[in-house]
């Protein structure tokens, strides 16, 4: 039993600690992926989902599973065969937190049936009682239901896929702004902005990824190759140093110099998400505290701008630690624009002094 709870303890402290950083996969191999179906790896980087062979499907699934709370950026080459009229039924990239598995055939894509699940569809034929549109088209469905109807975005018309040519399929998701965003031959076609993480996997943000295809009454062959996949291996998460911790302790500000937005945005970024990250662990790791997060700017340019500014990157930090797990209860963001200078705003020392995120704990913790 004691082992047992040392394990538990193990595994939390390490998940904790964990945090995805961007990792490229230049020519995955086969080794990267489990096939299920009709689908094999064919040597050159790519593989072969379905041949235009009726009523078959075939997937592949990345072994590793990917961490929903971290960005991640695929592009890929979708193959879609040469039948166009009478060509079926395309792809669907799914997100599942089971690996290898496979849903119906024909109209199903080779998803319909997962639960629970996301799946970007790429669909080629048109299947009229699902509300399909008469064009190829794409849309984001949850939970393995292919009715348009229940789609989360779209369906969205594409130009026609099935023109025997390869096509550039890049897929982002930015979890801060928590975005999924589908491009084909460098054209946005679909986006969606949502709790994917509550609202389809209840909380679980480990899930994996796979790409499947399937064929009908109609039929067409569906190749995917990988130009790249820029993904994230497990590394721990900064902490906050000694005399940093202690100023919270004691209820005093903490500002992380840092922790700067670059002009007019009010996303963190790059090194403004390292430093974030630690107020993630320190949060993490005192559940009960309360952390103010009061952000300011300088005095340049219109005041009421500076206020929306401010507000929008209160916002965008309190969303990204929300999307680091941590509870909506925990985090008090407030902008103050250009109020309560703490240096002279004509000077370039004195306005980066004053452009600032402070921290501080509503309670102290003793
Ligand atoms: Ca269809
Ligand atoms: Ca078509």
């Given at each position: 039993?004691?082992?047992?709870?040392?394990?538990?303890?193990?595994?939390?402290?390490?998940?904790?600690q964990?945090?995805?950083?961007?990792?490229?996969?230049?020519?995955?191999?086969?080794?990267?992926?489990?096939?299920?179906?009709?689908?094999?790896?064919?040597?050159?980087?790519?593989?072969?989902?379905?041949?235009?062979t009726?009523?078959?499907?075939?997937?592949?699934?990345?072994?590793?599973?990917?961490d929903?709370?971290?960005?991640?950026?695929?592009?890929?080459?979708?193959?879609?065969?040469?039948?166009?009229?009478?060509?079926?039924?395309?792809?669907?990239?799914?997100?599942?937190?089971?690996?290898?598995?496979?849903?119906?055939?024909?109209?199903?894509?080779?998803?319909?049936?997962?639960?629970?699940?996301l799946?970007?569809e790429?669909?080629?034929?048109?299947?009229?009682?699902?509300?399909?549109?008469?064009?190829?088209?794409?849309?984001?469905?949850?939970?393995g239901?292919?009715?348009?109807?229940?789609?989360?975005?779209?369906?969205?018309?594409?130009?026609?896929?099935?023109?025997?040519?390869?096509?550039?399929?890049?897929?982002?998701?930015?979890?801060?702004?928590?975005?999924?965003?589908?491009?084909?031959?460098?054209?946005?076609?679909?986006?969606?902005t949502?709790?994917?993480?509550?609202?389809?996997?209840?909380?679980?943000?480990k899930v994996?990824?796979?790409?499947?295809?399937?064929?009908g009454?109609?039929?067409?062959?569906?190749?995917?190759?990988?130009?790249?996949?820029?993904?994230?291996?497990?590394?721990?998460?900064?902490?906050?140093?000694?005399?940093?911790?202690?100023l919270?302790?004691?209820?005093?500000?903490?500002?992380?110099?840092?922790l700067?937005?670059?002009?007019?945005?009010?996303?963190?970024?790059?090194?403004?998400i390292?430093?974030?990250?630690?107020?993630?662990?320190?949060?993490?790791?005192?559940?009960?505290?309360?952390?103010?997060?009061?952000?300011?700017?300088?005095?340049?340019?219109?005041?009421?701008?500076?206020?929306?500014?401010s507000?929008?990157?209160?916002?965008?930090?309190?969303?990204?630690?929300?999307?680091?797990?941590?509870?909506?209860?925990?985090?008090?963001?407030?902008?103050?624009?250009?109020?309560?200078?703490?240096?002279?705003?004509?000077?370039?020392?004195?306005?980066?002094?004053?452009?600032?995120?402070?921290?501080?704990?509503?309670?102290?913790?003793?």
């Open positions: 039993m004691f082992q047992k709870l040392l394990l538990i303890c193990a595994l939390l402290f390490g998940i904790n964990a945090y995805l950083s961007a990792q490229r996969i230049a020519t995955p191999t086969a080794e990267d992926f489990v096939a299920s179906g009709t689908a094999f790896f064919n040597g050159s980087g790519c593989y072969s989902l379905t041949t235009a009726q009523w078959i499907s075939g997937s592949i699934w990345y072994k590793t599973a990917i929903l709370h971290q960005p991640f950026d695929m592009e890929l080459k979708l193959f879609l065969g040469c039948e166009n009229q009478w060509g079926a039924d395309g792809m669907v990239l799914v997100f599942h937190p089971y690996l290898g598995r496979q849903g119906y055939r024909g109209e199903g894509i080779g998803f319909a049936g997962l639960y629970p699940s799946g970007l790429i669909d080629t034929y048109r299947n009229g009682h699902l509300e399909d549109p008469y064009d190829d088209h794409v849309a984001l469905m949850a939970n239901r292919p009715h348009h109807a229940l789609s989360l975005a779209g369906p969205n018309r594409i130009p026609n896929l099935e023109d025997c040519q390869d096509h550039k399929v890049r897929v982002q998701w930015q979890p801060s702004a928590r975005r999924l965003t589908l491009l084909i031959d460098g054209r946005q076609v679909l986006s969606y949502g709790d994917i993480i509550k609202e389809i996997f209840n909380g679980n943000s994996f990824w796979g790409v499947t295809a399937a064929t009454r109609y039929v067409n062959r569906h190749e995917i190759c990988f130009e790249k996949l820029v993904f994230t291996k497990v590394a721990p998460l900064g902490r906050l140093d000694k005399s940093a911790i202690q919270l302790s004691k209820g005093k500000e903490l500002i992380l110099p840092k700067q937005f670059s002009s007019g945005q009010s996303q963190p970024q790059g090194i403004a390292e430093e974030l990250n630690k107020i993630v662990r320190y949060l993490r790791e005192n559940p009960r505290a309360i952390m103010e997060v009061n952000t300011f700017t300088d005095s340049s340019g219109d005041e009421q701008r500076n206020q929306e500014l507000n929008l990157r209160a916002t965008g930090i309190a969303d990204y630690l929300r999307s680091r797990g941590i509870p909506k209860r925990q985090i008090k963001a407030r902008g103050f624009g250009e109020r309560f200078p703490i240096a002279p705003n004509n000077t370039p020392v004195g306005r980066r002094k004053n452009r600032r995120v402070v921290f501080r704990l509503v309670k102290p913790i003793v």
